[in-house]
Nanobody, 124 residues
Framework: QVRLVESGGGSVQSGGSLRLSCVVSGVIYSDYCMGWFRRAPGKRREGVALIGRDGVTTATDSVKGRFTISRDNAKNALYLQMTDLKPEDTAMYYC???WGAGATCFQSWRYEYWGQGTQVTVSS
């Protein structure tokens, strides 16, 4: 059974930083593409940053230069380092996974396993 557990969310002021973590169990972690998604109140879920099995990453334009996704296959862990946070970053953040490689990792609609989410709130 695939399980994803996020942690690290919280409330910060604009310009602050947070580091989200996600621990995955029940799968061979290194075989999976991983990603961070978010859903703000009243908005659709969006892909924030994705990472392939080989460590190649991509991020949505609004977070480029501020957020960094990384993975530690030895720990079955995924991270999202968030800096210079803005009020518009306020959302529930989800860790997600999909088995595959290459282009699969960068197609947000393919992600099929999800964590329960961790709330990030940024005040101005």
């Amino acid at each position: 059974q695939v399980r994803l557990v996020e942690s690290g969310g919280g409330s910060v002021q604009s310009g602050g930083s947070l580091r989200l973590s996600c621990v995955v169990s029940g799968v061979i972690y290194s075989d999976y593409c991983m990603g961070w998604f978010r859903r703000a109140p009243g908005k659709r879920r969006e892909g924030v940053a994705l990472i392939g099995r080989d460590g190649v990453t991509t991020a949505t334009d609004s977070v480029k230069g501020r957020f960094t996704i990384s993975r530690d296959n030895a720990k079955n862990a995924l991270y999202l380092q968030m800096t210079d946070l803005k009020p518009e970053d306020t959302a529930m953040y989800y860790c997600a996974a999909v088995w595959g490689a290459g282009a699969t990792c960068f197609q947000s609609w393919r992600y099929e396993y999800w964590g329960q989410g961790t709330q990030v709130t940024v005040s101005s």
